[in-house]
């Protein structure tokens, strides 16, 4: 009788012939997206699915109940080479929603798009598809009264104090991912008016991925970790999101955006907010007025450098939500002022050439001014993450008298999807009855029953009309508050999935955008790009970005090309000559330094009179001191103690705006490898503890500011740097010493440290 062979064994056999088959093509190193090299350009020739990788296999192929079904495991995988629905009928199009002619409303019709977002929308049970990763303050927002003119909101009037609750979040990455991702930022905010609940639901970028809310799978299934390995997390440098965004090229603008600074937020308090959308608003006299919505933070807009992004995702993965949360804590309140850029309600909803409802296009503000309307302040932290952070539901749609939506097709989708994937997330219809969610205006909406449903109705009659119930509840007019929408005229056209031809510029604001960075912008930008394409392991992705970026501009394609090894391609468009928009530019500008974040370094004996003198500076500027020594504990006289922080153990140059070096501190007894990486012979041979050095060179290369005072200068010294280099502050008193370091903090960092090559 022959031996039965181990299936287990059978398994690893063909496994380890198929690794062998591999390494025979050349593709020794681990990590191809797919079964095969894809090519430069888009396939047209039609073809089932790829078959799986070498190193992949399904679970067994089981009935519901344990039994073998004998199927292979490619008859429980997709099938056909055709896009088809759900129920199997191809499709033609598949990148825009059926609307009434290529500029009108998207049609509740579209079967195709209720299908796609619906299932989008639920195929994350309970987290967030997108967005999952989130922080958020309650606060209250102040009307200026300056929008009198062009809506009736009544939150918007003069003195006018409304409660808001706002979620800062990132989008790709998962609940436990990390805050300094390079990725895109969401900006919430729920306004609690007198007249309802209006939400503001944008981003940190003002412009979106797609113009189209139909592609909003497609763009977050790129963006997301590959599904077959579920890596990488909260990243968009991998072969999935650079293929799709280099052949959907309408992603340009925001792709670039997000490859500069405003990728890597230095806080929460100091990233920009967009509406993305154009929305229209009414006033009281019946007039319209088209407005795209900005939040403008008082403290400026201020980045990470990507090093310091790599090393706080390390470090301190919550690093946003803490400094969010320890600001307001400290009473270092974060403010935004919310302004509005405004444009004439013509026909054509253009303005200055440019499409309003393209959401991947903006208008510079030297074209259109940024309006301030009102004054917001994040001033309490949530008590509960869960009840309040993460319960707390937005919707577009959420609106009150004043303010209305447009033809937009990425607003109309949103407009669907996000009271559908609430209902999924939050266990069904009643989510606003969640305490986050309440409105505080009364609320008889005669919706019954349901999952959840904590509300006790009265009454007999929850329908209308009725005489049961005495005919309430009763229709409003527009004379008491009723919300009604503007009656804009929808054209007659013909149903098409098309879209304006004034959408398929993709390039000139890209390098508009390109064109309004400083040089030291640039190089960051240069340097996102070849670290994101270079981390992308097929080499037609890499290539055709190169081909996006020469249509971007020459010189930006050039350097990454030569990052990347690869010729650089000749523009297939013709490169646009924009104004430059200065705006565009975080650089340049000096902001209040509220909440800025000194690290003092003591060698725990010596000098601490200087430390109290830095300590007493810092925080008359406003700012927060964190103490560095030795251990921990407290320093010097009971009557007078010091208290530490930090230790150098436990200190890291991303944590802090500046330091301050007020002692050379000799290697602490703990200062070995054995016990804290950060150390080295070479470097306590110095006479310096190794992890001051690292502090200050690290904080030196990410351009911070840095003081010296007493023996710090020794510690500059040891360490290389130059007591006169830009944004180093050396020699005087403790005082003089942090009055230059404010001085220089204003300007968020010392650029002027580094020589651009663009």
């Known amino acids: 009788m022959s031996e039965k062979k181990n299936p287990v064994s059978a398994a690893a056999e063909k496994i380890a012939g198929k690794v062998q088959e591999a390494v025979g093509t050349g593709n020794e190193i681990p990590g191809a997206p797919g079964p095969k090299p894809a090519q430069v350009d888009e396939p047209t020739e039609p073809r089932g699915p790829l078959p799986p990788k070498h190193d992949q296999r399904g679970p067994e192929t089981v009935s519901p109940t344990g039994q073998p079904t004998g199927a292979g495991q490619d008859k429980v995988a997709q099938d056909g080479a055709y896009l088809t629905t759900a129920q199997g009928a191809r499709l ?4 825009h929603s059926l609307k009434a002619g290529p500029r009108g409303p998207v049609l509740l019709q579209d079967h195709h798009l209720r299908e796609k977002i619906t299932h989008f929308d639920h195929e994350r049970i309970p987290e967030r598809v997108v967005h999952a990763r989130g922080a958020a303050a309650h606060g209250v927002f102040r009307g200026y009264g300056a929008a009198a003119g062009i809506t009736k909101a009544a939150f918007l009037a003069e003195g006018a104090e409304t409660p808001v609750f706002v979620r800062f979040s990132t989008v790709l990455g998962s609940r436990g991912s990390a805050d300094t991702v390079r990725d ?47 890596i990488p997390q909260a990243q968009s440098a991998h072969d999935t999101f650079w293929d799709f965004v280099t052949l959907h090229t309408e992603a340009t603008h925001h792709t670039l955006w997000n490859m500069s600074d405003r990728g890597i937020p230095r ?5 920009e907010g967009f509406g993305v959308h154009t929305f229209r608003l009414v006033n009281a006299a019946g007039e319209t007025t088209l407005v795209k919505f900005h939040w403008k933070p008082k403290l400026g807009v201020h980045s990470q450098v990507w090093e310091e992004a790599q090393i706080t995702s390390g470090m301190d993965p919550d690093f946003h ?24 309600d013509t026909e054509d909803q253009m303005f200055e050439g440019i499409d309003l409802l393209d959401p991947t296009k903006i208008v510079p503000e030297e074209l259109a001014p940024v309006r301030p309307i009102g004054l917001m302040t994040l ?9 309040e952070t993460e319960q707390v539901a937005f919707h577009v749609g959420n609106l009150v008298p004043g303010i209305d939506v447009t033809n937009d097709a990425l607003m109309q989708g949103r407009l669907f999807s996000y009271v559908d994937t609430q209902i999924t997330r939050l266990g069904g219809p009643n989510f606003s009855q969640l305490p986050i969610n309440r409105t505080h205006a009364p609320v008889n909406d005669m919706l019954r029953d349901g999952m959840h449903q904590t509300a006790v109705h009265r009454g007999v009659a929850p329908y209308r009309p009725n005489s049961l119930d005495g005919g309430c509840p009763f229709v409003a007019g527009a004379d008491t508050g009723a919300y009604i929408e503007v009656p804009v005229e929808v054209p007659a056209a013909r149903k098409v999935r098309e879209a304006a031809a004034s959408f398929d510029d993709h390039f000139s604001q890209a390098r508009l955008f390109w064109l309004s960075m400083t040089p030291t912008e640039r190089e960051h930008i240069t340097a996102a790009y070849t670290f994101e394409l270079g981390k992308c392991w097929d080499q037609a992705v890499k290539e055709r970005g190169l081909k996006v970026l020469a249509n971007i501009d020459p010189r930006l394609c050039a350097h990454v090309a030569q990052g990347l090894g690869l010729p650089a391609p000749e523009a297939t468009v013709p490169l646009a000559s924009p104004e430059p928009s200065p705006a565009l530019s975080q650089l340049g500008h000096t902001w209040p330094v509220d909440g800025r974040i000194v690290g003092i370094v003591t060698d725990g004996e010596s000098g601490l009179d200087a430390v109290r003198e830095a300590r007493g500076a810092v925080l008359d500027a406003g700012m927060v001191p964190l103490v560095i020594a030795p251990s921990g504990g407290k320093l010097g006289p009971d009557s007078d103690p010091v208290t530490v922080q930090r230790t150098f153990t436990t200190a890291r140059s991303i944590e802090f705006d500046a330091i301050v070096v007020a002692g050379a501190p000799a290697p602490a007894p703990d200062a070995y490898g054995a016990r804290d990486a950060k150390t080295d012979d070479a470097a306590t041979a110095t006479g310096v503890d190794p992890r001051v050095l690292l502090l200050v060179t690290e904080a030196f290369r990410h351009g911070k500011a840095l003081g010296a ?13 130059a007591a ?4 180093v502050v050396a020699g005087g008193a403790a005082s003089t010493v942090l009055d230059g370091i404010t001085e220089l903090l204003a300007g968020h960092r010392a650029w002027d440290r580094f020589t651009p090559a663009l």
């Open 92 to 95: 033609y199009d598949t990148d």
């Open 184 to 230: 895109t930022r969401g900006f919430a905010t729920k306004f609690y008016t007198e007249e309802g609940v209006f939400d503001l639901v944008g981003n940190n970028i003002p412009v979106f991925f797609i113009q189209d809310a139909i592609k909003f799978p497609d763009i977050i299934h790129a963006g997301k970790p590959h599904p077959d390995r579920e």
């Open 267 to 271: 806080s929460l308090r100091m990233m």
């Open 321 to 344: 939500r803490r400094d969010l949360a320890d600001a307001i804590e400290a009473g270092a309140f974060p403010q935004w002022e919310l302004g509005v850029q405004t444009f004439p």
């Open 379 to 387: 001033n309490a932290n949530p008590s509960n993450y869960f009840a």
């Open 709 to 721: 005072c007493g023996d710090g200068a020794t510690v500059l010294e040891k360490a290389g740097l």
């Open 724 to 727: 006169d280099a830009p944004g």
